[in-house]
């Protein structure tokens, strides 16, 4: 049934807007109300409704919930996908589930993104148009704990809809539609059933996404089996800071737990992230030496990262006092900018004191520690830039503009050297949504 | 280790929303390293709930403060309790931290100050009396679903209550309820039997009696004398399906209650105390009367369905003249269509079930005739409001809510001549309530 499901997602060509989702939604909820409801489940920060897709009638609930990081809308088109074969299909929507689709979780910041979301899918151009919210602001990561000496009671409107849904439906299947932007794909998900590990790896590998055989995301991340991570909670991140950082715990944690560790006291369901880059390089699994050591390698990749964070921090010394606007925009990339800074001189004291990093680098890692990192830097220039750019439209003076001036210019730099270094290729939509669906498609199946 | 229960001061008067919400703040900054005040939500108008949380134990105890608005004892409860707490380290010990919320619903418990000053009668209370509809109480919109039936709407301030649940799923939960007129009881879950016989002494030894006449809910289940299960929406639905309701929708428009939710989070045992303002003995007298309870209860819809009438004559004179949408009319005009339906439902079930042929007793008798009737004439105060302020919104252009308010007022007043008349109440020594219900949550957790 899977391959038959999958092989009938339609080629999108581009991503669907948060308009476009809920006209969507209303559309299949109007035509089809014996099957469909369409509910407001809450409200975003700045107001708007967040609606539910409920689909079927089976006493069991599963919850699918996309766009938990708004830069991420692979997971609100696989849901789109999903929401359409669910009406159509009646062997996949069965007797025993009601499905539960929330296409946008965070719809505010998800519009600050739509400005790539119709392409052309290039790298200056995501990194242009992208934005995404620091920690303490992302649906995923503000659900109220304590644990230990730490507390924390401060959810988000947004993660306060997930916090209703989940405890209302206590779901036997919690679905968080990341993705990543460059990279190879891989799961977190819980629990490990081995029996499928193949599966979900040959999703990724037929369809040519490499996965993901680096360093875990997060040092506390445990490793299942190949590209297939434990999912993680916020208790883990607290003890492993408890165990290697120096000081209080509690003054390193900032905001709360994961969609996991919540729903995991609330019904203990079977969760799923299934991460997915937009853009291939084929030296992101490249695993041939080269000269350059690895140490060498993480040293230059932190050489350049200073170079970007100097720069941020340049700027925002120089024009932050007089901002007048409060943008999303501003807070996510002064903040970010810390938060780097702050973790750039461990890890350079890590990578100076670590002799089993004398290593020739993979071309893999080298790639990585020269490449990859400075795109993720670019995003954080471009959300600099858009703060300046708002600014500028808003309350412009000479001090502004000209900070603005210099820091297009040295987006467009960085971004042309990129789009010159980066060979890749942009992976179809299609084929992104495929993976997601199946992979949900596989862990529902070992529902016991 | 056995709880003793702390000395009560003599109360004049209840708090107010602010004193109650200072004090914690206060005790907070004057004792940083034993109690901390945390912002775990905010209500519909944008008020911070706040809960103070003393100790540091590793099990967590919770207190709600004004689950419903006209519900004050709990304020004062919390106050003394936080602040013995905080002198006392026997009662505070280093098992627990105790989590308490002054004030579950700011909003509306500002509603009710007009007679929380005093002087307490049963007609000030009525004239200054103010409780949502069920689809708006704080403790009535956590998110379920049941047979087919969901809720997932919950109120702001059931939010916070859910943030507060989630994060530290308590061991224990008092939810300081408290009634008006009559006499007191408990609800408790799981029951603990040897619990009984103490929580009535409480009661007793305040010359508070028990309340005896018909239970506050019809469904409810009664552990011991004056103890009865806490309820959940599960067993309304449940009772509305089974008796081929074809849909609970239509019926209810409320979610589950705090038990109900709790229950499913952490299972922590649950205590609701319920003491009145205003006392009288016949409701524990279970001597019999000469006439048959059927005739008792009878009697008592129809002086509910004399006022329910007026109220919905009212209502629909004002139909489409109304220019304010204020709290008061929102609650009057979900309240009262929800009560007639309710007493016509009990009409049926009255006249066809077997029970009721015993004599009725007579605190029956004072349940059907004086208790249930007087509740109802509240909602008569609720609409004086909601004119009144349509009045002094409208001036003299709203003829129709002036004239209204003019019948309103007389109707009222007449009523509660008859209340005041017919029942020889003893106002309850503020105190006196306050110490039960502290002392019943104390000998509770000493079982934990």
């Excluded at chain 2, 509660?416 to 104390?442: H, T, W």
Aim: proline share 7%; hydrophobic share 40%.
């Amino acid at each position: 049934m899977i391959d038959r499901i999958l092989s009938k997602v339609p080629a999108y060509e581009y991503f669907l807007s948060v308009d476009e989702l809920n006209e969507s939604s209303r559309r299949l909820a109007d035509e089809h109300p014996d099957l469909v409801r369409l509910e407001t489940v809450g409200a975003s920060t700045d107001g708007e409704p967040i609606g539910m897709l409920r689909i079927g009638h089976g006493k069991e609930q599963l919850l699918f919930f996309a766009c938990p990081h708004p830069n991420e809308p692979i997971g609100a088109m696989t849901l789109e996908a999903l929401s359409h074969q669910l009406v159509d299909d009646a062997e996949l929507r069965g007797e025993r589930y009601t499905w539960n689709l929330i296409k946008c979780i965070d719809p505010d910041s998800t519009r600050l993104n739509e400005g790539w979301f119709k392409g052309p899918f290039t790298i200056t151009h995501y990194a242009r148009e992208f934005y995404r919210p620091t920690s303490f602001d992302q649906a995923e990561w503000t659900f109220p704990i304590v644990y230990k000496e730490y507390g924390f009671f401060r959810p988000i409107p947004e993660t306060q809809t997930l916090m209703t849904v989940i405890t209302g439906l206590r779901p036997a299947f919690v679905y968080s539609l990341h993705n990543a932007g460059m990279g190879g794909g891989y799961y977190y998900l819980h629990p490990h059933r081995p029996e499928i590990d193949d599966a979900l790896r040959a999703l990724m590998t037929d369809r040519g996404i490499p996965l993901s055989l680096g360093e875990p995301e997060m040092p506390w991340g445990v490793e299942l089996s190949p590209a297939i991570y434990q999912s993680t909670t916020l208790t883990e991140h607290y003890d492993f800071l408890e165990k290697f950082g120096q000081g209080d715990p509690c003054a390193k944690m900032q905001g709360g737990e994961g969609s996991f560790g919540f729903a995991r006291g609330i019904s203990d369901p079977a969760h799923l992230v299934c991460e997915l880059p937009y853009f291939y390089d084929a030296r992101i699994d490249d695993t041939s030496t080269t000269d350059t050591s690895r140490k060498d390698a993480i040293l230059q990749g932190i050489e350049r990262t200073s170079e970007m964070t100097g720069f941020t921090s340049g700027i925002y010394a120089r024009v932050g006092e007089r901002l007048t606007v409060t943008s999303r925009f501003r807070t996510a990339s002064e903040h970010l900018t810390k938060l780097i800074v702050d973790g750039l001189e461990v890890k350079r004291a890590w990578a100076e004191n670590s002799p089993e990093l004398d290593i020739p680098a993979t071309a893999a890692q080298l790639f990585d520690n020269l490449v990859v990192g400075r795109f993720y830097n670019l995003l954080i220039v471009g959300m600099l830039r858009r703060a300046l750019a708002l600014e500028n439209e808003q309350a412009p003076t000479p001090e502004i503009g000209e900070a603005l001036a210099e820091v297009e210019e040295r987006f467009a730099g960085w971004a042309t050297e990129l789009e010159e270094e980066i060979d890749y290729r942009v992976i179809p939509i299609k084929t992104l949504v495929e993976i997601q669906l199946g992979a949900a498609l596989h862990i529902i199946s070992t529902l016991s | 280790m056995t709880l003793v229960l702390p000395s009560v001061p003599d109360y004049e008067t209840f708090l107010t929303v602010d004193e109650a919400v200072r004090n914690a703040l206060d005790l907070a900054s004057s004792a940083p390293d034993l109690a901390r005040c945390v912002e775990i939500g905010r209500s519909t108008d944008g008020e911070p709930v706040r809960m103070l949380r003393i100790g540091d134990g590793n099990e967590q105890l919770l207190f709600i403060g004004c689950p419903h608005p006209n519900e004050p004892i709990g304020m004062l409860t919390i106050d003394l309790l936080a602040h013995r707490l905080v002198e006392d380290d026997d009662l505070r010990g280093t098992r627990f931290t105790w989590n308490l919320i002054p004030c579950a619903d700011p909003d509306a418990a500002r509603l009710n100050e007009g007679w929380f000053a005093g002087p307490f009668s049963l007609s000030d209370y009525a004239r200054g009396f103010y409780r949502p509809p069920f689809g708006e109480q704080a403790i009535l919109t956590f998110p379920f679903v049941r047979r087919g039936y969901a809720f997932l709407r919950p109120m702001p301030e059931t939010r916070a209550l859910i943030t507060a649940m989630t994060a530290l799923r308590p061991r224990f939960i008092a939810s300081l309820h408290n009634a008006a007129l009559g006499g007191g009881y408990y609800y408790l879950s799981p029951n603990v039997p040897e619990l009984g016989d103490p929580l009535r002494r409480l009661l007793a030894e305040r010359g508070i009696p028990l309340s005896l006449g018909e239970p506050e809910l019809p469904w409810g289940i009664e552990h011991s004398l004056a103890v009865f299960d806490c309820t959940t929406m599960d067993a309304h639905v449940d009772f509305l399906v089974d008796q081929g309701t074809p849909d609970p929708t239509s019926r209810i428009d409320a979610g589950d209650t705090t038990y109900g939710f709790a229950r499913r989070v952490c299972d922590p045992v649950f205590l609701i105390c319920e003491v009145p303002y205003f006392t009288d003995p016949r409701i524990a007298d279970t001597r019999s009367t000469d006439a048959p309870r059927r005739t008792s209860v009878l009697e008592g819809i129809d002086r509910a369905s004399e006022i329910l009438g007026f109220l919905g004559d009212m209502l629909k004179r004002m139909n489409g003249r109304w220019t304010t949408n204020s709290r008061f009319r929102r609650a009057v005009e979900a309240i009262v269509p929800q009560a007639i339906d309710g007493e016509r439902a009990r009409r049926r079930w009255t006249e066809r079930s077997d029970e009721f042929d015993e004599p009725a007793t007579v605190a029956q008798a004072f349940s059907n005739r004086l208790e249930t009737p007087y509740y109802h004439v509240l909602n008569v105060g609720t609409l004086r409001r909601a004119l009144r302020y349509e009045c002094d919104a409208a001036g003299r252009s709203n003829d129709v809510a002036r004239a209204a308010l003019a019948e309103v007022d007389e109707r009222f007043d007449a009523w509660l001549g008859d209340f005041e008349a017919a029942i020889d109440y003893r106002v309850m020594p503020i105190e006196d309530l306050v110490e039960v219900q502290l002392a019943s949550a104390l000998r509770t957790i000493d079982t934990l």
